[in-house]
């Protein structure tokens, strides 16, 4: 949601009966949208887009208010507002559930993606122009949602995760088709130590001919990490090379921890 829109917008209730906003935007996002919005735009973006080069993930602080995360957190139970629900253990993806929300996204969701893809565009082109590849993003998620369109990709992807004790998520990349955004992030929604112990977010980087490295990325309730999809550019003694990388969730050793995934791209 722009700047201007948020100034005329007087919908209360960020998450009132979900008012109709889908794939490029819409009406009745709310005041919390709003809030959302510009704390997005009130990050150090140079230090973000630093840690990002550096190691292929950062955390922003205090991307939603605790109030945010417990309104989001109470949405996991409201099936009508989700397009499948997947228990990972079925499908070898390690245990515990998610479900993606369908379209029209609930609009904190909506505005958080929209508000951040239009800060991480620019680095994603970056980022591509340093490993050669030629695909460029759009400054809005509109056209890039164009974009996936085209390509068959019209699935919406942000989603809810709900982990137990004993849960955990392998090592894995969130990949839906050829159109793809090789930046999302994840917004822890529960409180390390309070809410659950365990379930720490890990990810790893394969670099050519050498052993992996792992990274644990801690975190508080309302932190979103920023992370790479599937590559990113490592500058080596001979020029720029990409690196593989993977992220998953050790195993919940108590409680129950859920967070809200963002993921750009549309799935086919």
């Known amino acids: 949601m722009s700047a201007e829109a948020c100034a005329e917008n007087t919908v209360a209730p960020a998450f009132a009966d979900r008012p109709a906003v889908g794939p490029g935007g819409g009406a009745g996002a709310g005041a919390g949208v709003c809030a959302g919005t510009e704390r997005v735009g009130s990050f150090d973006?140079?230090?973000?887009?630093?840690?990002?080069?550096?190691?292929?993930?950062?955390?922003?602080?205090?991307?939603?208010?605790?109030?945010?995360?417990?309104?989001l957190t109470v949405l996991y139970s409201r099936s009508e507002l989700f397009r499948s629900k997947v228990v990972m253990a079925r499908h070898g993806f390690g245990s515990g559930e998610y479900q993606y929300f369908s379209y029209p996204l609930p609009p904190l969701v909506e505005g958080l993606r929209e508000a951040f893809y239009s800060r991480l565009a620019p680095i994603a082109n970056g980022w591509n122009e340093q490993m050669r590849v030629e695909a460029r993003y759009p400054a809005t998620h509109a056209e890039f949602l164009g974009r996936c369109r085209e390509a068959g990709q019209a699935r919406p992807t942000p989603l809810l995760l709900r982990?137990?004790?004993?849960?955990?998520?392998?090592?894995?990349?969130?990949?839906?088709?050829?159109?793809?955004?090789?930046?999302?992030?994840?917004?822890l929604l529960s409180e390390p130590a309070r809410d659950f112990t365990g379930g720490e977010f890990v990810i790893t980087e394969q670099r050519p001919r050498m052993q992996s490295r792992a990274e644990v990325v801690h975190m508080s309730k309302g932190d979103a990490v920023i992370f790479a999809v599937r590559h990113r550019p490592v500058k080596g003694t001979r020029g720029v090379y990409r690196v593989n990388l993977r992220h998953g969730v050790s195993r919940i050793r108590s409680g129950q921890r859920h967070a809200l995934g963002i993921i750009f791209h549309d799935a086919k």
């Open 163 to 187: 982990y137990r004790e004993g849960d955990y998520n392998y090592l894995h990349q969130d990949v839906y088709g050829e159109s793809i955004f090789p930046l999302q992030l994840t917004v």
């Open 45 to 71: 973006w140079a230090r973000l887009e630093h840690g990002l080069q550096r190691q292929g993930s950062v955390v922003a602080e205090k991307a939603l208010t605790h109030e945010e995360c417990d309104d």
